[in-house]
């Protein structure tokens, strides 16, 4: 038996977690809205609301649109959307660990006569 | 801007959460599992397979049927059930507010540049 949980940050609804942060991480890597949609196995227009839907519900830009350029244009995230990443980056692996913690001592095997 | 979660227990599956637990806590109160049912707007049999479910991931009996007598039957939760129920509910009480804690401490006013 283990533990498992989903977690998200709710303002209005549901308004960052564990889906938007890999697709921003996906932009970071590649630069590109659409390239971060297609390792996501997410089409372009549902990543591009997801984006929309985390700036509106958190106030602030995360995704900027080059537009043409050398490079044929592009997205990159902003300087407030990395510090924001950052931040919920370990406000999540420091609650996965905590819940661990708490699952072990319920559940561990020293404290269960079932399962384990 | 708060903190949201879903938290379950997984043993070939999702085995126990919220859900089993309020059920659960319903036939206790109700000694029926037709009306813990009724409570939670859940169709008896959808109830009863949530019921044969936990029991099968989870490996022992959690409701025992009373067949008949003086009352005309109804549903008790079994001792080992019981039990289950009251480690849960200490695990999860515990979990939210460990999650609550390292949200406060990465989102909390102090930490926070936006939201809170």
Known sequence: MKVDCKI???HDGKAF???PYEL???????????????QMGM????AWK????IERRLGF??????VGGASGGGS???PEGKAFMKRYGRFEREAMRV???AYQKHFGRRSSQRGG
Chains 1, 2 share one sequence.
């Open 8 to 10: 998200w940050l709710d």
């Open 17 to 19: 977690g564990r889906g």
């Open 24 to 38: 921003l991480r996906r932009v970071e890597e590649t630069g590109s809205l659409h390239q971060a949609a297609i």
């Open 43 to 46: 089409s372009y227009s549902k």
């Open 50 to 53: 997801l984006i929309q839907m």
């Open 61 to 66: 830009p995360f995704v900027d649109k080059e």
């Open 76 to 78: 990159r995230v902003t």
């Open 99 to 101: 819940i661990e913690k």
